[in-house]
């Protein structure tokens, strides 16, 4: 009997099996990962929707581009925490914190931008520049967050643009207590943000 048929029948059967390396998945995984949580919504109310706002996902610079916190330990350098692992993209939390702070808002319908095709009365997106833990002192880490806003109205008529900073000091350099801080202040910038994009 020829070898030919046994071999390809051996090759059939180690394929059937799957696939022999594992591609992106190999890694040990991290054992706990960052979220962004907005406080309990209040009751809901009755009042009819008088504004929708649509959000958009906010661009992000070079450093925030990855699953990892960014630590700036100086003016030109900036590494990452240990052992501190987003769920998913930063950006994409910070949107979602956004339409759960305004949607507490009486009178707001919003919606992620990319859920619904069509006009609203305005339109909130920006670009993400800080978002991670700064250790330039190094006796006082904080978690700084920058967002630089720009708010739109029917047929993207600029409404206003306005910069957004928030600094949170932190126990320690700790995942758990960045962790802790970051969501704080993400809390509180959205709950700035929000307010102007209502009151603009």
Known sequence: MSPRPLILALLFAVAAC???VQVG???????????LRAPPP??????APRATILVDQPAVVGTLQTLRVPVIEADTRVTYLVAATWAEQPSKQFQ?????????????LALA???VDGRADRRLAGTLIEFGLDLRDA?????RLRFDAVLT??????????RFDR????????????????????????????AWAVTS
């Open 18 to 20: 799957g696939p022999l």
């Open 96 to 108: 979602r914190l956004l339409i759960d702070t305004l949607a507490t808002r009486p009178g707001v």
């Open 113 to 115: 931008a990319t859920a």
């Open 167 to 194: 600094v949170q000091p932190v126990e320690n350099a700790d995942p758990d207590a960045v962790a802790i801080g970051l969501n704080a202040a993400a809390n509180a910038m959205a709950a700035d943000v929000a």
């Open 153 to 162: 109205g029917p047929d993207r008529k600029l409404i206003g643009v306005r």
């Open 139 to 143: 006796g006082r880490p904080q978690v």
């Open 42 to 47: 209040p009751p809901a109310s009755n009042v």
């Open 25 to 35: 998945g190999g890694g040990k995984p991290p054992a706990s990962l960052f979220v």
